[in-house]
């Protein structure tokens, strides 16, 4: 076929060619001969082009890869098209550990200077010493840095091994040989494999099935998002229901992922039958199985739908980078100015000398002779010194466990500014407990929850004399049970406990209960309970204390036991959990004894004062509660009829099926139910903290450190604990940044904020993408200069992007401190990064430049071992420095009166030796004890 040519212009023939040319080989020829045959004056338009093209390509081979969205028919690995599983966080290879390292060390000046002088003195005619008394402490430097690297990076190499050769089970499509036992990085996209328990996931996943029949697993994040509470997660149904693992290559189907994010708290995906059946089910967080998670218990089948870079986990990770301190910066820039005064005194000895002769070699030799005002020893004194008080750090008996990983910037730590901290196991021991309860006409603390149970009892008792009655005057007994009743219900807590006792409880009805059922009694110590938010766990160990206990839960049913030992069965129907959008979580149960269908809602007061009907008390309970330092929670229920709940469940089964705005329209079908509902009661739960944490951070408030506070958690948590562990002072206000969208609303945001003085800041993490990305100056500078700044909702990207941006527009030095692996990226992005070893594993620990065992030991790290770290570095500097002044000094006299004699530049020897030698091991034990 031809194509009329005369109608293209150049730029068009050749994109033409090149996107039509066979790929045997003569594509170039094609090309080359269309060029010849066209316009000479168009030659250099086609030449750039052919460039151009060839850039492309080369970004498409080289270039970072593009994420994109897949779809994975099940059964089948997709090899080739995506990244292998595997991770790499050294930041050396064999051909570029010793370059860079290198690069690294000869990039600043006051190396590079000593360099020179070494090379120089391989010339004879201005040398004027031995080698070794040059090159001796250069390499000892050298040496030392270099082998520090290759350990640093030789142990990060070791710790990616491990993860990357984990033996995971994949599954085959072989009866004789179910599956095989294969390496984590030979995992590819599409591959079915298990999961056993107390096991890593080794990439990111969809759970298809698990060894529990409801299709429950319950995981443990915290090396992902610093939590370590237990998470359930659901299987896909209609893979749950097959009857073996094997008959997951028999089906059809496949799956929708959306692609790669680095936010851990989403996902948007369709599992679609292609066979018979033809149906489809939506996807989300719930479904998935996040790389570094740990499977709590039984046993999990997914399919991989990330690999490697693409993980949610890897996404979420910074690179390691080599850290400079402070003072070496500043040695380096004095060390500039020194060498000026050399120049600027050789001038003047080679004037008084005269310019006759050879004098470019008397010029060089008068820097060499003066170059003892920059003493080759200082960086050997001050690597000495450093080292010697990073031992004592870790020897220091008030500090047992400290251990320091970083030995190149212990006086860092006496020049902090600005303190960054997580929440969650750091400030907190993420241990929550009810402490009080409040119905609007009558409340109860910790004192008085006995009596909490004696109505409870009570209620029981007369509940037949209440039950239906639509004008009766609830009593008070009657409150409280409701109140409690929705506690024991509105949540997403599941017991573990193990019973050998067989129960009935198919009917539903107490009648049917047998004498052993009102009996059987479960004890304390063989009850414990596991959900995704400590303070849900909190409210189900009260109502468990005041005798309404949880005793069963699955993914369909959920059984509570009264007092008086009778089971009452509740069938779950719809379950919403807790967003940082929506703020608040909620639950439609049917009583299977009465037939009710009733839907609670417990949230924060901010969302939930719109939903319940009008009360005059609400927002001064929970303002109380909340000066307090307890976090609150509103709790309402709604009663629904069977048409009612009907028409809802349509609306919200369409809903979730949608693959575009599937999260506006769930909130919009849910919204449309969360009217004019009956307010129950308003809960306040306590976070306990860490030993002494008020006392160290009023410690380091006084000392002039700011401190910010970056978290994952929800605002009202991050807002409770800052107010309780005194991060923010009680004569301080608070602001609460609104949510914010738009370039408007944040500009109005950060006015409001601008009028407040001496006022804590509270901001999301989705408020504060959006004041960087429009005025990120002006929210630097009022954050900047916020007596304390509270951050929600932070991914681990964000917590590292917020130091980033605290270095940049106010140059002063910063240290994160943290016990996750969720705080790895901003200890490693701080100039100190302080890992705590605690609950949540020790990937926080091995990744800080310092180890701490509690968070209360950071006071006496900064305020005394970094104050005297950095005084007695800057003294001894101080001191190598002014011993060149004087020596120098003496040999310009000496050099003026013998004009470069033999004796001259023997004492420079005898300088050079005395310099690097002698004073090296009194200087440094005189400084640093």
Known sequence: MEFPMQDFDCDQETTFLLANSSSNGNDMDVIQTSVRNRNPKRRRSIGSILCGCWCTFFRRCCGPRELRSRNILLGKSTPGQFPANAIRNQKYNIITFLPLVLYQQFKFFLNMYFLIMATSQFVPD????????????????????????????????????????????????????????????????????????DERVPADLVL?????????????????????????????????????????????ASIYAEKPQKDIHSFI?????LDSLNSDESLNLENTLWTNCVIASGQATGVVIYTGPETRSVMNNSAPRSKVGLLDIEVNTITKLLFAAVIGLTLIMMALKGFNGPWYRYMFRFILLFSYIIPISLRVNL????????????????????AVRCTTIPEELGRISY??????????????????????????????????????????????????????????NIRIKEAVQALALCHNVTPMCDTTEKKDTDSGSFGSETEADHHLQISDQEVTYQASSPDEVALVQWTHQVGLTLSHRDLTSMQLRRPDGRLMNYSILQVFPFKSETKRMGIIVKDLYTGEIIFYVKGADVVMSAIVQYTDWLDEEVGNMARDGLRTLVVAKKDLTEEQYLDFEARYDAARLSKTDRGARVAQVVESLEREMELLCVTGVEDK???????????????????????????????????????????????????????????????????????????????????????????????????AVVCCRCSPTQKAQVVQLIQKHTGKRTAAVGDGGNDVSMIQQADAGIGIEGREGKQASLAGDFSIPQFSHLARLLLVHGRK?????????????????????????????????????YQGFLMVGYATVYTMFPVGIQFGA
């Open 419 to 476: 303190l960054l901290s997580d929440k969650t196991g750091t400030l907190t021991q993420n241990s929550m407990v009810l402490k009080r309860l409040h119905m609007g006409t009558v409340s109860f603390a910790t004192d008085s929850f006995d009596e909490v149970s004696t109505c409870l009892r009570n209620s029981y008792n007369i509940e037949n004399l209440t039950v239906g009655s639509e004008k009766f005057r609830r009593s008070e």
């Open 383 to 402: 690597d000495m010194g450093k080292s010697f008080y990073s031992w004592a750090i870790g020897k220091d008996p008030a500090m047992k466990g400290t």
């Open 126 to 197: 201005i040398r004027i010493g031995y080698l070794y008394t040059y090159w001796g402490p250069l390499c000892f430097v050298l040496l030392v840095t270099i082998s520090r690297e290759a350990i640093d990076d030789w142990r990060r190499h070791k710790r990616d091994q491990e993860v990357n050769n984990q033996k995971c089970k994949r599954l085959l499509n072989d009866l004789n040989k179910p599956f095989e036992t294969v390496a984590a990085h030979k995992l590819k996209v599409g591959d079915l494999i298990i999961v056993d328990k």
């Open 269 to 273: 995906g369709t599992f679609s039958r």
């Open 208 to 252: 298809l099935r698990t060894s529990e029949s409801s299709g429950a697993v319950f995981v443990r994040t915290d090396q992902l998002d610093g939590e370590t509470d237990w998470k359930l997660r659901l299987a896909v149904p209609a893979t749950q229901k097959l009857a073996s693992d094997c008959q997951l290559f028999e089906i059809n």
């Open 869 to 905: 770290s950095y005084k007695r570095s800057a003294s001894l500097a101080q001191f190598v420095i002014h011993r060149g002044l004087i020596i120098s000094t003496m040999q310009a006299v000496f050099s003026s009166v013998f004009y470069l004699s033999s004796v001259a530049l």
């Open 689 to 787: 903290l860490q030993d002494n944490v008020r006392s160290t951070l009023e410690l380091l408030r006084n000392a002039g450190i700011k401190i910010w506070m970056l978290t994952g958690d929800k605002l009202e948590t991050a807002t409770c604990i800052a107010k309780s562990s005194s991060l923010v002072s009680k004569t301080q206000g608070l602001h609460v940044f609104k949510k914010v969208v738009t370039r408007t609303d944040a500009h109005l945001e950060l006015n409001s904020y601008r009028r407040k003085q001496d006022c804590a800041l509270v901001i999301s993490g989705e408020s504060l993408d959006v004041c960087l990305l429009y005025y990120q100056p002006e929210f630097m500078e009022l954050a900047t200069a916020a007596p």
